[in-house]
C-alpha cells in the first residue's frame, strides 16, 4: 500500500509538473509574441525611421552582447541540454531567469532561431529544482527532469509522440522506458500540452500550423522523391558546411562576447533588410511562403532558404541563440516550393519530401523527423517522409564538413 500510495502521489506530481510546463511555455511564447508586435508592427507604424530592420538588429545585438557578458553564454542549445541530463540525470538551476532572458531577447529583435533551446534548458533546470526539493523522490530527479524536457518539446512542437521519441532515439540503440514511465511520460506531455491548448483558447491565441492538405497526383511522379530527397540532403550538406564556418570563427572571437553579438545582429539586420523572410524562426513564415510562392519565384525561394540555413548558423554562434528546427524546416519548405515550381510537381508533394530529407540529415533521427513534420504535412504523405528521413540519416555527411572534436571529446555538430 505504501509503494502505491506512493506512485500515486508521483503521477499526481508529474500532472502538475506538466500543466506548469504547458504555463511556463505559453507565457514564453505568449511574451515573445507581444514583444516582436511591438518592435515590429507597432513601432513602425509610429514612426518612420530609415533603416529601421538594421538599427533594431545592430542595437539588439549590442544588448544581447552585454546580457550574456554579465550573465554568461546561454541558452545552451537543445543537444547540449540532452546531453547533460542523460550524462548526470541533472540541469543546473542557478541561472534559471537569465536564461530565460537570454532566451527571449534574439527572438523579439528577429533573430532565425526558434524557442526550444531556451525553453528546455529552463525547464530542466526547474525540474531538477523541484526534484531536489521534494526529498520523498530525490532518486526520482533525474525522471522528472527527463519527463519536463519531453512535455517541453511536445508542447513547443505540438507533437506529444516527438515529444517522447526525439530524447530517446538514437543513433545507436533506441531504448524506451519501461511501460509505467511511459506512462508517466505521456501523462506530463499532454497535461502540458493540454494546458497550454486552454490557455490559447481563452485568449484566442493559435494553437500551432495548420497541416497542408494533399489531393494526391500520378502514380509514376512518386519517383520524384528519390531525387527531391538528395536535394534535400544537399541543402543538409550546406547546414553542416555553413556551421562548420561558424563554429571556426567563433572560436576565434570566443573571449570577444559583445562584438560577437553585435556582429551578428549586423548580419541579421543586413538579411533582413534585403530578405525579411530570414528573419525569425520561420514559423508563422512558411505560410507565407507557401501562399506567395509563384509571386517570390523559384530562384528567389532557393536563395532565401541557403541564406537562413546561414543565418541560423551566424545567429547560433554569435550569441543570439536558439534553437534550429522550425528554421530548418523553413528552408525546407522554401526549396521544396521552388521545385515545385520548376519540376511542375504537387507542392506539398515537394515540400514534404525535401523538408524530411533536410531536418532528417541535420538530426539524424528519422522517427522524430517523420514525428515532428506531421505537425505540417499529411497524414497520407508519411511513408514519402519515412524514405526521405531514412535517406538522409544513412547517407552520411563528409567528414570535412563536420566539426572536430572539442577537448572534452564531443563534437560541435549542431545535431543532437
Not at 78 to 85: A, M, S
Not at 286 to 299: L, N, Q, R, S, Y
Request: aromatic share 12%; net charge positive; glycine share 10%.
Amino acid at each position: 500500500m505504501k509503494k502505491f500510495k506512493n506512485n500515486v502521489i508521483f503521477l499526481f506530481y508529474t500532472i502538475l509538473l506538466g500543466a506548469i510546463v504547458g504555463a511556463i511555455v505559453w507565457t514564453f511564447l505568449k511574451l515573445m509574441n507581444l514583444g516582436i508586435e511591438f518592435l515590429w508592427d507597432f513601432l513602425p507604424s509610429q514612426i518612420d525611421f530609415p533603416l529601421y530592420t538594421l538599427c533594431i538588429c545592430a542595437v539588439g545585438g549590442v544588448l544581447v552582447g552585454l546580457w550574456k557578458k554579465k550573465f554568461g553564454d546561454y541558452p545552451e542549445e537543445l543537444h547540449v541540454v540532452l546531453g547533460k541530463v542523460k550524462k548526470t540525470g541533472r540541469y543546473p538551476y542557478g541561472n534559471v531567469f537569465s536564461t530565460i532572458g537570454s532566451a527571449l531577447f534574439p527572438l523579439l529583435i528577429g533573430s532565425s532561431v526558434g524557442p526550444e533551446a531556451g525553453l528546455t534548458g529552463v525547464i530542466a533546470g526547474l525540474c531538477t529544482w523541484v526534484g531536489d526539493k521534494l526529498k520523498r523522490y530525490k532518486h526520482e530527479v533525474e525522471e522528472l527532469t527527463a519527463i519536463g524536457l519531453s512535455a517541453t518539446l511536445g508542447t513547443i512542437f505540438r507533437s506529444p509522440m516527438f515529444g517522447f521519441i526525439e530524447p530517446i532515439e538514437s543513433d545507436k540503440e533506441t531504448v524506451l522506458p519501461k511501460t509505467s514511465k511511459i506512462v508517466l511520460y505521456f501523462t506530463a506531455i499532454l497535461s502540458s500540452l493540454g494546458v497550454f491548448i486552454l490557455l490559447n483558447k481563452l485568449t484566442g491565441g493559435k494553437t500551432g500550423m495548420e497541416s497542408m492538405d494533399f489531393g494526391g497526383m500520378t502514380l509514376w511522379k512518386y519517383l520524384y522523391a528519390i531525387p527531391l530527397s538528395l536535394i534535400g540532403i544537399f541543402a543538409g550538406y550546406l547546414y553542416f558546411a555553413f556551421k562548420k564556418l561558424t563554429t571556426s570563427i567563433k572560436s576565434r572571437l570566443k573571449r570577444f562576447t559583445i562584438l560577437r553579438a553585435t556582429a551578428g545582429g549586423l548580419l541579421l539586420g543586413i538579411a533582413g533588410t534585403f530578405l525579411p523572410l530570414t528573419m525569425f524562426s520561420g514559423e508563422h513564415q512558411i505560410a507565407e511562403v507557401t501562399a506567395d510562392a509563384e509571386k517570390i519565384g523559384a530562384f528567389m525561394l532557393i536563395l532565401i532558404a541557403v541564406v537562413k540555413l546561414l543565418l541560423t548558423n551566424i545567429c547560433i554562434d554569435s550569441g543570439l541563440k536558439g534553437g534550429h528546427f522550425f528554421p530548418v524546416i523553413f528552408c525546407g519548405v522554401s526549396i521544396g516550393c521552388s521545385m515545385s515550381l520548376l519540376l511542375g510537381l504537387n507542392p506539398v508533394f515537394c515540400m514534404a519530401a525535401v523538408t524530411a530529407a533536410l531536418v532528417g540529415h541535420t538530426l539524424k533521427k528519422p522517427l522524430a523527423t517523420v514525428l515532428l513534420l506531421m505537425i505540417v504535412f499529411p497524414l497520407r504523405l508519411i511513408p514519402i517522409m519515412i524514405f526521405a528521413a531514412a535517406a538522409a540519416k544513412f547517407i552520411p555527411t563528409p567528414r570535412f564538413l563536420l566539426n572536430e572534436p572539442t577537448t572534452e571529446g564531443e563534437t560541435n555538430n549542431d545535431c543532437p
